[in-house]
């Protein structure tokens, strides 16, 4: 059976870690937690489950604490663990089960990680993420002929779910970090800007559209040229455009979105801006269009629900405006409208995997 040691990091999480160490506790052989500057009881909390809690000055950058906690560890696996996640008892048996049979070619193992938020910047319910790491990985030669070192992992997906709980949004402090590492001059990993431009769309306030707008416009938008990047600052960009009244600049970004290849978040982009506006027959169109006409490529919800609600506000004021005109016949029609659209938004549902 091979030995696993457990790493985390964490700081002020005394309201969820005991129920986090419970669940994952007999699985371990060490538990190293890092602790990054908590003012709570985090550290006397995770005194009660092991001894080694290590200090570790908080530099905004995660990468550095999580590789500082992995090089306390001496087992044969590490396991990166999160104070907001918990593991029931049918997972856990499945866990120990993993750990008695893993084979020792295996480098990588991916868990299902299970939104359990509704705060979330998540496309789906559950996703597979790496979740144990083989601490000392061996180079191999593979080939009978034309010989070469394998140099990708053996990565295994297991049945194991981690129940993600956290009860908070993180979105500000993961903000906060990416425009230090900007102003720092630090160049993003691709699909760490894919994820940067998604949090925000998705949990973004206007005040943080506003503080990243001359990054976005004076910066990221010349910095990357990959295509998944680019459709990524176009949707932001979309939307900064939009909420700072800058017409030319959101329908030049919009229109060449829709020519190339439409995605939902520009077209209910597009119905925000006609509803703003008033035209509400012209917002319908491009609402039914991010509903069925095109897909998502950053938040599912603008192919789902967020579409679907709108549309129904759209036919609540046209039924309002047809009631002012007179016309009850016309009124019921668009009211009729707007429940069906709410009851498909009320049914719509997050897939449970992509």
Not at 197 to 209: H, T, V
Not at 273 to 282: A, G, M, V
């Amino acid at each position: 059976m091979i030995s696993i040691s457990m790493c985390m990091i964490a700081k002020n999480e005394e309201s969820v870690l005991k129920r986090c160490l419970d669940s994952y506790s007999g699985l371990f052989d060490e538990i190293i937690i890092v602790d990054t500057g908590s003012t709570d009881n985090t550290k006397n909390i995770a005194a009660g489950y092991t001894d080694k809690i290590y200090d570790f000055e908080w530099t905004g950058d995660f990468s550095e604490a999580r590789n500082f906690a992995f090089s306390k560890a001496s087992c044969d696996y590490i396991f990166s663990a999160d104070a907001d996640e918990v593991l029931d008892d049918y997972n856990r048996n499945l866990f120990m089960r993993l750990k008695s049979v893993l084979l020792p070619e295996i480098d990588i193992v991916q868990m299902k990680y299970v939104n359990c938020s509704h705060n979330t910047v998540y496309n789906s319910k559950k996703e597979l993420r790496p979740k144990l790491y083989k601490r000392l990985r061996t180079f191999t030669w593979i080939s009978p002929i034309h010989e070469t070192v394998r140099l990708q992992p053996v990565i295994f997906d297991s049945d194991i779910e981690i129940l993600h709980m956290p009860q908070s949004s993180h979105s500000k402090r993961d903000f906060s970090i990416f425009k230090k590492s900007i102003d720092n001059g630090t160049h993003l990993e691709n699909y760490v800007l894919r994820m940067f431009c998604k949090e925000l769309l998705i949990s973004g306030s206007d005040d943080d559209f506003e503080e990243f707008y001359d990054i976005f416009t004076r910066r990221l938008i010349y910095e990357y040229t990959d295509n998944d990047c680019l459709e990524a600052i176009s949707c932001v960009l979309a939307r900064m455009y939009r909420l700072k009244n800058l017409s030319d600049d959101f329908f030049k970004i919009a229109l060449k979105n829709v020519a190339v290849s439409p995605c939902s978040e520009i077209c209910l982009e597009i119905g925000d801006y006609f509803f703003n506006k008033n035209d509400i027959s012209e917002a319908v169109l491009w609402y039914i269009n991010a509903s069925s006409e095109t897909e998502s490529v950053l938040d599912i919800r603008t192919s789902g629900d967020i579409p679907l609600r709108r549309l129904a506000q759209c036919y609540t004021t046209l039924a309002s405006e047809a009631v002012a005109h007179g016309d009850d016949v016309l009124a019921d029609t668009y009211n009729n409208n707007a429940s069906e659209y709410e009851k498909q938004a009320d049914n719509w549902k997050m897939p449970e995997e992509l």
